[in-house]
C-alpha cells in the first residue's frame, strides 16, 4: 500500500508526485505508484494547481485485484 500526494496544474495534468507512505518498505511499491501516478489521467475542475492524496494498493500474483482510492482535493 503507498500514500501518495499528486500536484496537478490547472489542467489537471500532474506535476508532482510524492511518496508519504509505502508497506512494505524497499520493495519498490512507491516509485511504482510514483510512475502510475505522473500517467493517470485527473480531472480538476476547480481550474486551479490542486492536490490529492490517495492510496495505492499493489496485490502482486493477482490479475485484477480491487483498486483503494480515498481522493481529496486539498485547498
Known amino acids: 500500500m503507498v500514500l501518495i500526494e499528486v500536484t496537478l496544474d490547472r489542467h489537471g495534468r500532474p506535476t508532482e508526485a510524492l511518496v508519504l507512505g509505502e508497506e512494505p518498505l524497499d520493495m519498490g511499491f512507491g516509485a511504482a505508484a510514483s510512475a502510475l ?12 494547481a490542486a492536490q490529492l492524496k490517495f492510496k495505492v494498493r499493489f496485490a502482486p500474483g493477482r490479475e485484477h485485484a480491487a483498486a483503494t482510492q480515498d481522493t481529496k482535493i486539498l485547498p
Open 37 to 48: 501516478a505522473h500517467v493517470m489521467v485527473y480531472s480538476n475542475p476547480t481550474g486551479e
